[in-house]
């Protein structure tokens, strides 16, 4: 294999990447995805208001692919596919061929940038779709091998028209491009325009060699059943996702594994399926929380059931503690006739009032107290079934955060610290749990009682897991 194709390791990429989201705010997502579409050679589709650098990313991702020619072009209802493949070759047409003069156009473009791909007419979106799909093109007589990397698409709208659906679908990523955030306004009015020196390029041979890397990328039980969950559920959303969608989303993961240098398919790169899957931008919200929560496990844990039992273990313990009547007198009458008994003097009710709370804090035979902490150490032995788990998966996640190559910095923390909030959650419980466990285990004890044991504390277990 040629030794560029071995230099396509995660840290190349990340360089990479780095360069191309230099000075564009807020589009961290964008560029991540927009690279590994022409990576597994597909393509994407930018959806968003003209002004929000679409057009500026497509042209920076020819920069990252050695030899890609660069072909742009802004698509209207008047656009002529002489536009697109070329004109008429006049030199052909007087020896009675339909051939097209391609040189400089689509047909031997790397990378291309289609703006308002949406409302070209139906004699150029005809054409594209063999061109996106095969990478062939019909010249005349033949059919040409085209050497297309991806294309970038650029529309304001999803197309709503059924003619349109066959040509959307040829875009596997569908990356919605918003305006900067009111938080990043001041850095987009300051923003350095220089575009920084183009990395080392990505060249032919490293894309051979990681496509045979990809196929060679297993594709394990665990993510297969999350694939099922996620077909389940955008079918409950009314989503259409083609078995075609379906394989080339697959193929994505796998050069998401293998360009991170994995050799199976982890559920980190999942996250990736929203951006696959959603028909409208308006469904990319449900489907990535259902992705976030359910397949990446970042979603804050409550386990209600475990406070439940807490609450009831301290409330009882607050009604264990309670004095009791001292000879059937009132706190204030036992403590009037105890001092009324002895002597006056500095200090003398404190202590007398200090002997009456001793005599009337209640006392519990042991067998009591062993049957409280026994029921307390049951439910800690269950908490920590619940708990050894989410450190493990935490710890899991961590290690997969730091070979996740794709993932954008931000949704990579707020996933790494949601696992952490339960692991806390469920630390601070736990706490909880062992000090009412010493709490009753430290009951006063009345050696002469031998009474039966009490019944359980009880509470609520409708969602112990």
Excluded at 21 to 43: K, M
Excluded at 192 to 199: G, I, L, Q
Aim: include cysteine; charge should be negative; proline fraction near 5%.
């Amino acid at each position: 294999m040629d030794a560029n194709a071995l230099a396509l390791d995660p840290a190349r990429l990340r360089a990479l990447i780095t360069r191309l989201e230099h000075g564009l705010l807020e589009r961290e997502d964008a560029v991540r995805l927009a690279l590994l579409a022409a990576l597994a050679g597909e393509h994407v589709l930018l959806i968003g208001p003209p002004g929000t650098a679409k057009s500026a990313l497509a042209r920076r991702l020819q920069h990252a692919f050695d030899g890609a020619r660069w072909f742009e072009r802004l698509l209207t209802r008047f656009s002529v596919p002489e536009e697109l493949f070329g004109p008429l070759s006049l030199k052909a047409l007087e020896d009675d061929r339909y051939e097209r003069l391609t040189e400089g156009y689509l047909p031997t473009a790397g990378i291309a940038f289609l703006d308002e791909v949406f409302k070209a007419n139906s004699a150029i979106l005809n054409a594209l779709l063999t061109l996106l799909n095969e990478r062939e093109f019909d010249n005349g007589r033949e059919r040409l091998h085209t050497p297309l990397v991806c294309v970038v698409g650029a529309t304001n709208e999803v197309p709503a028209e059924e003619s349109l659906q066959a040509f959307y679908d040829r875009f596997l990523l569908r990356v919605p491009v918003r305006p900067v955030s009111d938080a990043g306004f001041a850095a987009l009015l300051t923003l350095d325009d220089t575009v920084p020196d183009a990395a080392r390029p990505i060249t032919p041979a490293a894309r051979e060699g990681l496509a045979a890397a990809r196929d060679a990328v297993a594709l394990e039980s665990e993510v297969l059943d999350a694939l099922a969950e996620a077909r389940r559920f955008v079918h409950e959303q009314a989503i259409t996702v083609s078995d075609r969608r379906w394989r080339q989303t697959v193929g994505l993961l796998k050069t998401a594994a293998a360009s991170s240098g994995r050799s199976a398919v982890s559920r980190i790169d999942l996250w990736l399926l929203p951006y696959c899957l959603a028909e409208q931008p308006a469904q990319l919200g449900a489907l990535t929380d259902w992705v976030h929560a359910t397949l990446l496990g970042a979603q804050p844990l409550e386990a209600a059931w475990l406070t439940r039992a807490i609450e009831a273990f301290e409330q009882q313990f607050g009604i264990e503690c309670q004095p009791r009547q001292d000879d059937g007198e009132s706190g204030k009458m036992a403590l009037a006739h105890a001092i009324g008994g002895v002597e006056q003097g500095p200090g003398v009710a404190r202590l007398v009032t200090a002997s009456l709370e001793a005599r009337m804090q209640p006392r519990y035979g042991a067998r009591h107290i062993a049957a409280r902490v026994a029921q307390l150490d049951e439910l800690l032995a269950r908490a920590d079934v619940h708990l050894q788990p989410l450190r493990t998966r935490a710890a899991a996640m961590d290690e997969a955060l730091r070979q996740a190559l794709w993932l954008p910095p931000a949704l990579a923390a707020r996933i790494a610290a949601a696992h952490a909030a339960s692991v806390q959650t469920m630390d601070v419980l736990v706490a909880r749990l062992q000090a009412v466990r010493a709490d009753f285990a430290a009951l006063p004890v009345d050696d002469t009682a031998a009474g039966a044991a009490p019944a359980p504390v009880r509470w609520s277990e409708a969602a112990a897991a």
